[in-house]
Nanobody, 125 residues
């Protein structure tokens, strides 16, 4: 499995960025794909997730209403549209994927199976 992120960069407070994750190497039906972020000195935190089959979406409270996750099944791409960015959104953003067991999936990074290399997002104040 390969997850390759792109789209990070430097943006001013209030601006927008769109991250893209190209997913390959397996059939992702039965998986959830998502985004995590990690700022220096902080733990890696869940940002948003989307179930590959149904397209159900999930967000951290800190980004709800500002970020939108979507997927293009035909292209095997997961997108994260980030609007009204704040300096506290500055972090390395990681694309991740995990199989959904019968008991459900969790937001802890340890529960996720596959990871990309990350892309830096910097929001200048």
């Amino acid at each position: 499995v390969q997850l390759v992120e792109s789209g990070g960069g430097l943006v001013q407070t209030g601006g927008s960025l769109r991250l893209s994750c190209a997913a390959s190497g397996r059939d992702f039906r039965g998986y959830v794909l998502g985004w995590f972020r990690q700022a220096p000195g902080n733990e890696r935190d869940f940002v948003a997730g989307i179930t590959w089959s149904a397209g159900s979406t999930f967000y951290a409270d800190s980004v709800k209403g500002r970020f939108t996750i979507s997927r293009d099944n035909a292209k095997d791409v997961v997108l994260l549209q980030m609007d009204r960015l704040k300096p506290e959104d500055t972090a390395v953003y990681y694309c991740a994927a995990t199989w959904i067991p019968p008991t459900g999936w969790g937001r802890s990074p340890g529960n996720w199976d596959y990871w990309g290399q990350g892309t830096q997002v910097t929001v200048a104040s």
